[in-house]
Protein backbone atom coordinates (compact mmCIF):
# COMPACT_ATOMS: atom_id res chain seq x y z
CA UNK A 1 0.00 0.00 0.00
CA UNK A 2 1.16 3.77 0.17
CA UNK A 3 3.46 4.52 2.50
CA UNK A 4 4.25 8.01 3.66
CA UNK A 5 7.48 8.83 5.96
CA UNK A 6 8.18 12.16 7.99
CA UNK A 7 11.53 12.71 9.22
CA UNK A 8 12.45 13.48 11.89
CA UNK A 9 9.97 11.64 14.03
CA UNK A 10 10.40 14.10 17.02
CA UNK A 11 12.43 17.48 17.55
CA UNK A 12 13.54 19.87 20.09
CA UNK A 13 14.83 23.23 19.82
CA UNK A 14 15.52 26.77 20.98
CA UNK A 15 13.47 29.53 20.42
CA UNK A 16 14.19 32.16 17.03
CA UNK A 17 15.60 28.45 15.75
CA UNK A 18 14.25 27.44 12.50
CA UNK A 19 13.09 23.70 12.05
CA UNK A 20 12.63 21.27 8.65
CA UNK A 21 10.00 18.90 8.65
CA UNK A 22 10.32 16.24 5.68
CA UNK A 23 7.49 14.43 4.22
CA UNK A 24 8.58 11.64 1.29
CA UNK A 25 5.94 9.21 -0.52
CA UNK A 26 7.92 6.15 -0.66
CA UNK A 27 6.23 3.88 -2.91
CA UNK A 28 4.05 5.94 -5.30
CA UNK A 29 4.24 9.77 -6.65
CA UNK A 30 2.64 12.85 -5.20
CA UNK A 31 2.27 15.67 -6.62
CA UNK A 32 -0.26 16.96 -3.83
CA UNK A 33 0.71 17.11 -0.05
CA UNK A 34 -1.09 18.19 2.76
CA UNK A 35 0.51 19.63 6.18
CA UNK A 36 -1.76 19.70 9.42
CA UNK A 37 -1.42 20.75 13.04
CA UNK A 38 -2.52 19.18 15.56
CA UNK A 39 -2.41 20.69 19.08
CA UNK A 40 -2.82 18.47 22.47
CA UNK A 41 -6.66 16.60 22.69
CA UNK A 42 -7.28 18.25 19.12
CA UNK A 43 -8.55 18.09 15.82
CA UNK A 44 -6.10 18.21 12.96
CA UNK A 45 -6.04 21.60 11.30
CA UNK A 46 -5.06 21.71 7.57
CA UNK A 47 -2.18 24.44 7.06
CA UNK A 48 -1.29 24.14 3.52
CA UNK A 49 -1.86 22.21 0.31
CA UNK A 50 1.57 21.48 -1.23
CA UNK A 51 1.73 20.97 -5.15
CA UNK A 52 4.60 19.69 -6.85
CA UNK A 53 6.68 22.06 -8.77
CA UNK A 54 4.62 25.27 -7.41
CA UNK A 55 3.44 27.95 -4.45
CA UNK A 56 2.00 25.74 -1.58
CA UNK A 57 -1.89 27.30 -0.72
CA UNK A 58 -2.04 28.04 2.53
CA UNK A 59 -5.03 28.42 5.02
CA UNK A 60 -6.30 31.65 5.78
CA UNK A 61 -4.68 32.75 9.46
CA UNK A 62 -1.51 30.36 8.50
CA UNK A 63 1.63 32.58 7.95
CA UNK A 64 3.45 31.21 4.66
CA UNK A 65 6.42 33.32 5.60
CA UNK A 66 6.81 31.48 9.08
CA UNK A 67 5.35 27.92 8.00
CA UNK A 68 7.95 27.52 4.94
CA UNK A 69 6.88 25.15 2.28
CA UNK A 70 8.84 23.70 -0.96
CA UNK A 71 7.82 20.73 -2.73
CA UNK A 72 10.45 20.11 -4.98
CA UNK A 73 10.09 16.41 -6.15
CA UNK A 74 7.30 13.90 -6.69
CA UNK A 75 8.10 12.62 -3.53
CA UNK A 76 9.08 14.94 -1.54
CA UNK A 77 7.37 18.12 0.54
CA UNK A 78 8.76 19.87 3.35
CA UNK A 79 7.79 22.29 5.72
CA UNK A 80 10.52 24.68 7.53
CA UNK A 81 9.38 26.44 10.94
CA UNK A 82 11.28 29.52 10.83
CA UNK A 83 11.98 31.24 13.77
CA UNK A 84 10.58 28.95 16.05
CA UNK A 85 8.51 29.90 19.38
CA UNK A 86 6.84 27.61 22.22
CA UNK A 87 3.22 28.31 20.44
CA UNK A 88 4.45 26.77 17.27
CA UNK A 89 4.74 23.45 19.78
CA UNK A 90 2.90 21.17 17.95
CA UNK A 91 2.09 17.66 16.47
CA UNK A 92 2.60 18.26 12.46
CA UNK A 93 1.01 16.00 10.24
CA UNK A 94 1.56 15.40 6.27
CA UNK A 95 -0.74 13.74 4.03
CA UNK A 96 -0.28 13.01 0.16
CA UNK A 97 -2.55 11.88 -2.47
CA UNK A 98 -2.97 8.60 -4.39
CA UNK A 99 -5.20 5.99 -5.59
CA UNK A 100 -6.90 6.02 -9.10
CA UNK A 101 -8.71 9.58 -8.92
CA UNK A 102 -6.05 11.12 -6.42
CA UNK A 103 -8.70 11.72 -3.90
CA UNK A 104 -7.48 9.14 -1.36
CA UNK A 105 -5.31 10.56 1.55
CA UNK A 106 -1.96 8.40 3.17
CA UNK A 107 -0.68 10.44 6.32
CA UNK A 108 2.75 10.58 7.64
CA UNK A 109 3.22 9.36 10.80
CA UNK A 110 3.83 13.17 12.37
CA UNK A 111 6.35 15.00 13.98
CA UNK A 112 6.49 16.50 17.29
CA UNK A 113 8.11 19.45 17.36
CA UNK A 114 8.84 21.18 20.81
CA UNK A 115 10.33 24.54 21.14
CA UNK A 116 12.04 25.55 24.38
CA UNK B 1 -17.65 26.80 4.70
CA UNK B 2 -17.74 23.23 5.41
CA UNK B 3 -18.14 22.02 8.47
CA UNK B 4 -18.18 19.02 10.61
CA UNK B 5 -19.46 17.81 13.52
CA UNK B 6 -18.80 14.70 15.44
CA UNK B 7 -20.31 12.66 18.01
CA UNK B 8 -19.98 11.77 21.38
CA UNK B 9 -16.68 13.35 22.17
CA UNK B 10 -15.68 10.43 24.32
CA UNK B 11 -16.68 7.01 24.25
CA UNK B 12 -16.18 3.81 26.67
CA UNK B 13 -17.61 0.77 25.35
CA UNK B 14 -16.39 -2.80 26.87
CA UNK B 15 -14.68 -5.24 25.07
CA UNK B 16 -17.17 -6.60 22.70
CA UNK B 17 -19.84 -4.22 22.65
CA UNK B 18 -21.54 -2.67 19.73
CA UNK B 19 -20.56 1.40 19.41
CA UNK B 20 -21.50 3.97 17.14
CA UNK B 21 -20.27 7.69 16.08
CA UNK B 22 -22.03 9.82 14.57
CA UNK B 23 -21.07 12.82 12.07
CA UNK B 24 -22.98 15.56 10.25
CA UNK B 25 -21.51 17.81 7.42
CA UNK B 26 -22.72 20.77 5.66
CA UNK B 27 -23.13 21.28 2.30
CA UNK B 28 -20.31 21.15 -0.40
CA UNK B 29 -19.09 18.22 1.21
CA UNK B 30 -19.67 15.49 -1.07
CA UNK B 31 -17.15 12.48 0.40
CA UNK B 32 -16.84 11.70 3.98
CA UNK B 33 -13.57 10.11 5.38
CA UNK B 34 -13.09 8.14 8.31
CA UNK B 35 -9.86 7.88 9.66
CA UNK B 36 -8.82 6.28 13.07
CA UNK B 37 -5.59 8.11 14.78
CA UNK B 38 -3.52 5.60 17.00
CA UNK B 39 -2.31 6.69 20.62
CA UNK B 40 0.45 6.98 19.34
CA UNK B 41 -0.38 9.57 16.48
CA UNK B 42 -0.07 7.76 13.58
CA UNK B 43 -3.42 8.18 11.24
CA UNK B 44 -5.06 5.14 9.18
CA UNK B 45 -7.74 6.08 6.71
CA UNK B 46 -10.36 3.71 7.17
CA UNK B 47 -12.88 4.56 4.70
CA UNK B 48 -14.18 7.03 1.95
CA UNK B 49 -17.49 7.10 1.44
CA UNK B 50 -19.96 9.31 -0.92
CA UNK B 51 -23.09 7.26 -1.04
CA UNK B 52 -24.41 3.58 0.77
CA UNK B 53 -22.06 1.88 3.12
CA UNK B 54 -19.16 0.29 3.49
CA UNK B 55 -17.45 -2.83 5.42
CA UNK B 56 -14.32 -4.30 6.43
CA UNK B 57 -13.95 -6.78 9.16
CA UNK B 58 -15.64 -5.29 11.83
CA UNK B 59 -15.73 -1.78 10.79
CA UNK B 60 -19.10 -0.29 8.80
CA UNK B 61 -19.32 3.21 7.33
CA UNK B 62 -22.71 4.03 6.24
CA UNK B 63 -24.02 7.32 4.65
CA UNK B 64 -27.08 9.45 3.72
CA UNK B 65 -26.55 12.17 1.47
CA UNK B 66 -30.04 13.60 2.07
CA UNK B 67 -29.85 13.94 5.77
CA UNK B 68 -25.73 15.15 5.60
CA UNK B 69 -25.40 12.41 7.90
CA UNK B 70 -22.41 9.65 8.36
CA UNK B 71 -21.98 6.58 11.02
CA UNK B 72 -18.99 4.40 11.49
CA UNK B 73 -20.33 1.43 13.29
CA UNK B 74 -17.65 -0.92 15.62
CA UNK B 75 -19.20 -4.79 16.31
CA UNK B 76 -17.54 -6.17 19.22
CA UNK B 77 -15.10 -3.77 19.84
CA UNK B 78 -11.49 -4.72 20.74
CA UNK B 79 -8.95 -3.44 23.23
CA UNK B 80 -6.85 -2.77 19.41
CA UNK B 81 -9.62 -0.42 18.87
CA UNK B 82 -8.53 2.19 21.12
CA UNK B 83 -7.50 5.81 20.10
CA UNK B 84 -9.25 8.72 18.20
CA UNK B 85 -11.51 8.35 15.16
CA UNK B 86 -11.90 11.29 12.96
CA UNK B 87 -14.68 11.90 10.01
CA UNK B 88 -13.34 14.43 7.77
CA UNK B 89 -15.50 16.37 4.93
CA UNK B 90 -13.89 16.62 1.21
CA UNK B 91 -15.32 16.29 -2.36
CA UNK B 92 -15.27 13.79 -5.05
CA UNK B 93 -12.96 15.73 -6.75
CA UNK B 94 -9.29 15.24 -7.57
CA UNK B 95 -6.85 16.57 -5.11
CA UNK B 96 -10.03 17.67 -2.37
CA UNK B 97 -8.37 18.84 1.06
CA UNK B 98 -10.50 17.29 4.26
CA UNK B 99 -12.24 19.20 6.89
CA UNK B 100 -11.64 17.20 10.12
CA UNK B 101 -14.10 16.71 12.68
CA UNK B 102 -14.13 17.06 16.51
CA UNK B 103 -12.97 13.58 16.96
CA UNK B 104 -14.25 10.59 19.26
CA UNK B 105 -11.70 9.31 21.91
CA UNK B 106 -12.56 5.53 22.29
CA UNK B 107 -11.20 3.96 25.19
CA UNK B 108 -12.20 0.05 25.73
CA UNK B 109 -12.55 -1.73 28.82
CA UNK B 110 -11.92 -5.49 29.37
Known amino acids: GAVVSQHPSWVICKSGTSVKIECRSLDFQATTMFWYRQFPKQSLMLMATSNEGSKATYEQGVEKDKFLINHASLTLSTLTVTSAHPEDSSFYIC????????????FGPGTRLTVL | KNEVEQSPQNLTAQEGEFITINCSYSVGISALHWLQQHPGGGIVSLFMLSSGKKKHGRLIATINIQEKHSSLHITATQTTDVGTYFC????????????FGTGTRLQVTL
Open chain 2, 88 to 99: AGGTTGTASKLT
Open chain 1, 95 to 106: SALAGRTYNEQF
